[in-house]
């Protein structure tokens, strides 16, 4: 309690660290007090202590975080500990309201600050993956993001942080850890996330990041709905700005631009109507696929407030990802897509699915997508390794382990050679020399790392570069302004696009609301979640495609969805319908319960199309 003012103080205004780099002495020795998190501290020796070390300049936090990077996991987990009672702690003390935000709580800002140099050292400390391979390297894509960045109205929306002041002086990106010493979710708090205004928040984040703190500034600790929520605020913001454009392109120059992106299409020719269409928006104008996205289907009278979007997205994936198609490979062990490497269709074909995976979190849709997670590490900036082939490879993953682990004469054993031979989606036989001559050159005790290295980057990269390259290009011609890469790790946007696989309907059962006469003690609303309680996996899927135009769970869970259910006129024989842009399922007051799982069933099955009740 009396070190600290005093540690604060000559790090403020004597800087004592740049004449004595020894001072960073004092917060190792006291880190190192394992009582640190009992209630004695909590209250104001640890506060004042968290203070001061967020005192300390950038070189010192680099020292301290690699310094911290050789502890072992319950030595680290000791110190998250720490950080995060104290969090907790100030975080259930306190009343926190839209006047009153964690924001300006000094001490939970001050904690997660310390909580942030322990992050950094958590992942140093792990598996890591820091040699240079960016995906994004091409001539094309630096000028495109140069034009972009050079107009005007872009200005104050590109404000914010993108890369963290310690990612530079550490020369180290998050993305470049595998695996960390401690799981990821141990850095997550729940009590700030409960109290957190994530549209205050994206606010600091965005225009006063220099005057007020965000959290969205240490997305490890934040839940992934919370980050989702912001990066759907980032992305509504987008969307008016480019309306805002277009209103004025309107009134200055004369010019009928559509404010929004705007797909007709026709359900027997999807793929030809919608590719063809954002062809020529890439093309024209790019920015164009900034805005909001709004489908038709020809012949219906659907008005699209987000359901008509939800189901054009399932249609095309269906399509696009049919194997007779030949753009990708499944693979039934690991019921997982990947790119096939003598597809047939051209650049463009990939491109405009990067395009469609793009517009999709932009525009806050879940997709049926089954991409192994190096898809999403690849998006991020890196290349794939051989601990990537575990999840996208595994018997391949496994048979390289076996010859680097291989102890006997791997020459004279396996008689194995520097080329790789596989079969095409009609079985014709390819093979690949991985070194020049490499038919006569054999896999040794002594070159088989090298073998496994050139092995893995030809399956990963090599092969499927021109493939990726396009659809990378896609992917970012959308999402290149968001704050995606800062705040979403690989696993997480995998999540924001293909939603939870955990179907909790009791979650969903508590967060529904009812109307028109409806209550929850409503004998046919005990009737209804009694019979969807009771449905298969299947049905549930089917369920939900029905009624709120997914069949996955959002970030976050079914607990997130605003069911609401409502009266829509007494018994009658008619089927239940849905307002699938709003979540909104009308429910006939049916006399019985086996009518009412009757007329359900037969809705949820054979519902598809839009019409106007």
Known sequence: MYLSPD???????????????????????????????????????????CKAMCKLPLSAQANLIQLWSTYSSND??????????????????????SRNLVNEDDVVVAATKCLKLVYYANLLGGVLTLENDDEESSQE???????QNLLIEDTNYKKGPRVDPLEKILNFKTIDCCRPVVPYDEFVNESLNNVLAVDKDYIFFKVDSEKKFSFLTCPFLLTPYTKSQGLYYDNRIRMFS????????NLVQGQQVQPYLRLKVRRDHMIDDALVRLEMIATENPSDLKKQLYVEFEGEQGVDEGGVSKEFFQLVVEEIFNPDIGMFTYDSYTKQFWFNPTSFENDGQF?????????????????????????????????????????????????????????????????ITFKVSYNDLFGVPITH????????????????????????????????????????????????????????????????????????????????????????ESRIVRDFWGITHSLPEEQKRQFLQFTTGSDRAPVGGLGKIKLIITKNGPDSDRLPTTHTCF??????????????????LKAITYSKGFGML
């Open 7 to 49: 540690v604060e103080c000559d790090l403020s205004y004597h800087n004592a660290y740049n004449r004595d780099s020894n001072y960073l002495n004092v917060f190792i020795i006291v880190m190192e007090n394992h009582n640190l998190h009992s209630p004695e501290y909590l209250e104001s020796a640890l506060p004042m202590f």
């Open 76 to 97: 680290t987990r000791r110190m998250i500990e720490v950080f995060q009672q104290l969090i907790t702690y100030k975080v259930i003390s306190n009343d926190y309201s």
């Open 141 to 147: 894509t630096r000028e495109r993001n140069l034009q």
């Open 242 to 249: 480019e309306r805002r454009i277009t209103v004025l392109y």
């Open 351 to 415: 491109t405009l699915i990067g395009i469609v995976l793009g517009l999709a979190i932009y525009n806050h849709c879940i997709l049926d997508v089954h991409f192994p997670m190096v898809v999403y590490r690849k998006l991020m900036g890196k290349k794939g390794t051989l601990e990537d082939l575990a999840d996208s490879h595994p018997v391949l993953y496994r048979s390289l382990k076996d010859v680097l682990e291989y102890e006997g004469n791997l020459e004279e054993d396996m008689m």
């Open 433 to 520: 020399n991985l070194k020049e001559s490499s038919e006569d050159i054999p896999v040794t005790n002594q070159n088989k790392k090298e073998f496994v290295q050139l092995y893995t980057n030809y399956i990963l990269n090599q092969s499927v570069e021109k493939q990726f390259r396009a659809f990378n290009r896609g992917f970012h011609m959308v999402t290149n302004e968001s704050p995606l890469k800062y705040l979403f790790r690989p696993e997480e946007i995998e999540q924001l696009i293909c939603g939870s696989k955990n179907l909790d309907f009791h979650a969903l059962e508590e967060a529904t609301e009812y109307d028109g006469g409806f209550t929850k």
């Open 583 to 600: 979540n909104v399922l009308l429910l006939p007051d049916y006399s019985t319960k086996d009518k009412l799982k009757e007329r359900l």
